[in-house]
């Protein structure tokens, strides 16, 4: 994660143990948004509902999904999400609704409007799915949460340029 700057959007992807689809969530959308030329307008993070992997780097299968398909995500460490996250953040994705549930009990009400599905910015097929969790599954469960990101990941962005445009307007 990047130093933040106060006009940045800041999004944090957010899974139950912060090793495969959160950091794969992270390393998709900052890469999205380096392609758009706008890595300078965001921050990104990733962090877990649980702390079962704190410190540690994203499963050995979620990196070698992503880097088959030139995301790189080895600079990542599990963070648990912090109190503070839920008013810093702009945007909380969580994966999956069990992980939605856990953030809306822990957010204050006035942050309340910030957490959502990943999946929710998705226009194709998977569109308003969950992401399944692939930890205990083969190495296509990474391929499979990798599609679904990538989809979501553009519709995110889509709709954050429609809302900074009317909101420059």
């Known amino acids: 994660m990047k130093p933040e700057s106060k006009n940045q959007i800041k999004v944090l992807f957010v899974c139950m143990g912060n090793i495969c689809r959160s950091p794969t969530a992270d390393a998709v959308f900052r890469h999205t948004v380096r392609k758009a030329n706008l890595h300078h307008a965001f921050l990104v993070d990733s962090a877990g509902t649980h702390a079962y992997h704190v410190g540690d780097p994203p499963d050995r299968r979620a990196q070698s999904s992503a880097l088959k398909r030139g995301y790189q995500m080895d600079d990542l460490r599990a963070r648990k999400v912090h109190p503070?996250?839920?008013a810093?953040?702009?945007y909380i994705l969580a994966m999956d609704n069990e992980n939605l549930s856990l953030l809306q009990q822990r957010?204050?009400?006035q942050f309340s409007h910030k957490l959502e599905l990943m999946m929710r910015y998705s226009a194709g097929i998977y569109s308003n799915h969950e992401v399944p969790d692939p930890y205990f599954g083969g190495d296509q469960g990474f391929e499979?949460?990798?599609?679904?990101i990538e989809e979501a990941s553009l519709g995110l962005l889509e709709h954050i340029r429609g809302r900074k445009i009317q909101n420059d307007s």
């Open 107 to 109: 957010c204050p009400d």
């Open 144 to 148: 499979i949460v990798l599609d679904m």
């Open 88 to 90: 810093k953040f702009d």
């Open 84 to 86: 503070e996250d839920f």
